[in-house]
């Protein structure tokens, strides 16, 4: 079968591997009909995430139909099209049971708070993910769901990760009536993360970004303001001045690790990697935040220890959630969003392109070159 093989940093490409199969009664083998490229995939393709193998298929966020069972596989038929959760999920531990699907105990041996992930390195698992043609599905009673009679699959696909994403960032901000909520990032996920802010009752959504075309984007699909960085002297100071001197009641990271270009200081246990001077979007959310507020953080960040403004932290009593979204959890909640029209997901789809083409997708999304917002992989 094809599909999208990493080589290293910036390097993939397409090639013919084996067909996965069944490796457990609780597996199941789907034939993939889209996937998308995630930022969150930039992050392994620019080799920021520990454990990521060469010859390592990526893709955490796809559709497609069952073509094989297991033995024990209860809940979905060979022929059933579905949508697949980013996170692969036991369904029965500890922490699957208090729906922190994100966080299964069972579905990656390492000793690393996440759970498995499709094609997300060694430390999510190490499993092969569904930028291929074939794709195996680990506990599969669990995490797929099949896509609802008359769903496109455009927003089928953009439910496995980007939509719960987006809704949980906002959910963990904790937003009460009227808050003024700023979302660092206009990629998918803060695009979803500006859109969802409403629905927990935001009374202004304010987003950050450097890309014209994504805060032309946001404005219109959010609702709400958008801004660049890059034209503002201090984004804090933008912030504070903005909301009576009081800070944003919200602070949303969507931006995470190195889509912060390289101002980001990461220390990835082997170097420190620094700009002096130069702030990155959880500083800025940090510092932006009213004291006693809330910063939610979705981006992500690949070496597991990460610097981070603790003083500041600490003296305005900020309250920090982070965390993988729990797709599964908020499934049935955004299943009915989407079908009654509030969230429209498959509008942040910008570019088909065939698997073939995968490292052409890769190009275009990680340098953002052609207005691309999201790109969605055809096999
Ligand atoms: P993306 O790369 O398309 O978007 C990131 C955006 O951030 C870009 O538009 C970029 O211009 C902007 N940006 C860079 N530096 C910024 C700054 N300092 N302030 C404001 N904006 C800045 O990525 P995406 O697909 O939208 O994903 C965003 C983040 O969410 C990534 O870190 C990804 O790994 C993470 N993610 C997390 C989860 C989860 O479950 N927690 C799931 C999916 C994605
Ligand atoms: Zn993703």
């Known amino acids: 079968m094809l599909a999208m093989n990493y080589r290293g940093p910036k390097r993939v490409r397409i090639d013919h591997k084996p067909m ?12 993939v009909t889209r996937s998308c490229i995630c930022g969150s995939d930039l992050h392994l393709y620019n080799g920021n995430v520990p454990d990521t193998r060469v010859g390592m298929t990526f893709g955490h966020e796809f559709t497609g139909v069952v073509e094989e069972i297991g033995s024990e596989v209860q809940k979905l038929k060979v022929g059933d099209h579905v949508l697949v959760p980013f996170n692969i999920a036991c369904g029965k531990c500890a922490f699957c049971k208090q729906e922190l699907y994100g966080n299964c105990h069972e579905s990656n041996s390492q000793a690393t708070a996440v759970g498995g992930i499709f094609g997300y390195s060694h430390t999510a698992g190490g499993y ?73 009752g935001a009374g202004r959504v304010i987003v950050f970004d450097q890309l014209e075309y994504r805060l032309e ?65 959880l500083h800025w959310a940090i510092n932006a935040v009213k004291k006693g507020g809330i910063v939610s953080i979705v981006g992500i960040y690949g070496p597991t220890d990460n610097l981070v403004p603790i003083g500041n932290l600490v003296n305005k009593g900020i309250t920090i959630r982070a965390n993988q979204a729990s797709v599964k959890r908020l499934l049935p909640r955004l299943i009915e969003h989407v079908q009654s029209g509030v969230l429209n997901p498959k509008a942040l789809i910008t570019h088909r392109i065939p698997l073939e083409e995968v490292s052409d997708g890769y190009r275009i999304f990680s340098a953002k070159l052609d207005n691309c917002i999201k790109p969605v992989l055809i096999p």
């Open 128 to 200: 092969d993910g569904g930028q291929a043609e074939y794709v195996r599905v680990p506990y599969a009673d669990v995490g797929p769901t099949v896509i609802p009679e008359g769903m496109d699959p455009d927003d089928a696909v953009m439910l496995t990760d980007v939509v719960p994403t987006g809704y949980q960032a906002a959910e963990m901000g904790g937003i009460q009536k009227g808050d003024t909520v700023v979302v660092f990032g206009a990629g998918p996920v803060g695009i979803m993360a500006a859109k969802c802010a409403w629905l927990f």
């Open 20 to 31: 996965p199969e069944i490796m457990h009664p609780q597996d199941a083998i789907v034939r």
């Open 217 to 281: 984007f946001v404005k219109n699909y959010a609702q709400c303001e958008a801004y660049n960085f890059r034209e503002i002297d201090d984004v804090v100071v933008f912030v504070k001045k903005t909301t009576d001197w009081m800070g944003a009641d919200v602070c949303i990271d969507a931006v995470g690790a190195e889509a912060a270009g390289n101002a980001m200081q990461t220390i990835t246990g082997r170097k420190t990697l620094l700009q002096a001077g130069s702030a990155t979007a």
